[in-house]
């Protein structure tokens, strides 16, 4: 295909004509054998003077239809008439597809290249490419979508990671999603709904469907998502539609200045916002909603600096969270670790920080391997919070370092030079769902080549250590209590001396007969919520600083 629009177009404009044509002929592959029982239905009900809409979306057995007698087979009958036939082909799909199309400017494509004599030629290199169901799954459409789009965003320079996330790194997510709710899961006929605020392709959606639907055919998972790049979420919606979502809940735009499902709340969550990304564009509606409502709105705890919006949407989903009277929910979101560390007591991202904490919201936070995203080979982090903690978890947090859990990729991709593999996954998983401290054993030879490890739970021992080598123990999951994550801030002050060093006095009104304090030695100190602030004061502040007070 790159053969054919080279010269013609950039390498950075070739995904504007093959990601349209792609989800084409994927739809045009999954209505072909429903194609006659839909015209047959079309000119009956049409003839009857009934709308046909909802008969044709049974004889389909899809979410969406198409009333044209022609497919992209067909269209290679008429090569003089291929523009005008092609057009009339997308005008008759159901509205909702028509919007991909729209969305993807499929109009301004088609016109380019029948003005480059080129119209014909692409067409019939899809019409002979079989994507149909039964040859490539929804899983595998959903990895040609990704694998497409990276190759395209790094031909224009683009990120490729703000379009999508590692397969591997959305598993663990939904395995630390629903592994303490088996037993609900299982249940026959289970409904419950899952939202990603930065939707990209829907890939996380797809493979929480996925997942759900091998632990249990019975159950049913309801989508819902937003995304503001208009190729992404053309091809999201199109996922969507073929696996029988309601495409109503896919929204277009940006979640922070408007959020497309602003009274909805979800029993699951995930996102994967982008890492350190400014959000300067929306500041004015975002900073109007958290002056004008408050905890009444989304941004209630804080704002965090302007040059880092993750923090936002991770507070947007908090305000989707079902309340816990109503069953709960519990989401997963990626971030970098500016969230976990920027910003002083009292700053926006600090107070967000002690919003969740101060809630009991956060039941754990894995570190990610390094070079595990497209983009960016930054480390990690992935946070899991929910409102509804089982009664070992309340008032705990869980870290659990995963960084050491990889391998490396035959091929990189981007910035992604490993990945984790299912036993990776499954150990982290297990860690979680069963709320473990454990140590990781790295076994290593005379040498200090790792030759073995193995993961310890509270109270195992470590492996015999080899002749010549040694048995190095690293800490892998720890619990701690909320309040040791926690500060506040004080003020230390001390006198103000003159030069013969004796104290100085405040020699009017209250401060008369008083130490006065010498700016040039303030100081501060951050003091665990668990602690005394008195006690702490006088163990910690008054041994090394003579006559301090708190301010």
């Known amino acids: 295909m790159a053969d054919l629009l080279r010269g013609d177009y950039k390498q950075a404009d070739y995904g504007k004509v093959i990601l349209p044509f792609t989800v084409l002929r994927r739809l045009d592959c999954v209505l072909e054998p ?53 057009f009339a082909y997308i005008q008759a799909f159901s509205p909702d597809v028509r919007d991909v199309f729209e969305r993807f400017e499929f109009a301004v494509q088609v016109d380019r290249l029948a003005k480059t004599g080129l119209l014909y030629q692409v067409t019939e290199k899809f019409a002979h490419i079989d994507l149909h169901p039964s040859k490539v799954d929804n899983h595998q459409m959903g990895l040609i979508f990704e694998e497409l789009i990276r190759k395209f965003a790094e031909l224009s320079n683009e990120t490729a990671g703000e379009h999508f996330t590692p397969r591997e790194v959305i598993r663990l997510m939904v395995n630390l999603l629903f592994v303490e709710d088996d037993a609900i899961l299982s249940k026959p006929g289970v409904v419950r709904t899952i939202y990603d605020p930065t939707a990209g392709t829907g890939g996380m959606l797809s493979v929480a469907g996925e997942h759900l639907v091998e632990h249990n055919d019975k159950a049913s998972l309801v989508m819902y998502g937003q995304e503001l790049n208009p190729e992404s979420y053309a091809i999201c919606k199109a996922d969507m539609l073929i696996k029988g979502q309601d495409v109503a809940n896919i929204v277009f735009g940006n979640t922070l200045a408007d959020d497309g499902q602003p009274h909805e709340k979800f029993d699951y969550m995930l996102s994967n916002p982008p890492f350190g990304v400014e959000w300067k564009k929306v500041e ?101 919070l929910s409102n509804r903690k089982p009664m070992h978890r309340k008032g705990k947090l869980q870290l659990i370092d995963a960084s050491s859990f990889w391998r490396k990729m035959r091929k990189t991709l981007g910035s992604k030079r490993k990945e984790m593999g299912d036993d990776d996954i499954a150990t982290v998983t297990r860690l979680f769902g069963g709320f473990h401290e454990a140590r990781l054993a790295s076994v290593l030879d005379a040498n200090g080549k790792e030759i073995a490890r193995q993961v310890l739970l509270e109270g195992e021992q470590p492996p015999a250590t080899p002749q010549g080598g040694k048995v190095r123990l690293a800490p892998l999951s720890l619990i701690f209590s909320n309040e040791e994550f926690g500060y506040r801030t004080i003020t230390i002050e001390r006198p103000l001396r003159d030069i013969r060093g004796q104290i100085v006095l405040g020699e009017r009104g209250k401060a008369k007969g008083k130490p006065q304090a010498d700016s040039a030695l303030r100081d501060t100190e951050n003091v665990p919520l668990g602690e005394d602030v008195e006690l702490y004061f006088r163990r910690e502040v008054m041994p090394h600083a003579e006559g301090a007070w708190i301010c």
């Open 34 to 86: 429903t194609k006659d029982a839909v015209l047959a239905e079309h000119a009956a009900k049409t003839a009857q003077g009934m709308n046909p809409e909802p008969f044709l979306l049974r004889k389909a057995r899809q979410t969406f239809y198409n009333t044209s007698k022609l497919d992209m087979r067909k269209l290679m009958g008429d090569q003089d008439n291929i523009a005008q036939n092609l």
């Open 284 to 384: 004015k509606a975002v900073r109007t909603e958290h002056e004008s409502q408050g905890f009444n709105g989304r941004f209630g705890p804080g704002l965090p600096r302007v040059s880092d919006g993750s923090l936002l949407f991770l507070m947007h989903l908090l305000s989707k969270m079902r309340p816990a009277v109503d069953g709960g929910s519990r989401f997963g979101i990626v971030l970098n670790g500016s969230p976990l560390f920027t910003g002083a007591a009292g700053s926006g991202e600090s107070e967000i920080r002690r919003y969740v904490l101060e809630n009991d919201l956060v039941e754990a936070i894995v570190a990610l391997p390094t070079d595990m995203f497209y983009n960016t080979g930054i480390s990690t982090y992935v946070w899991v």
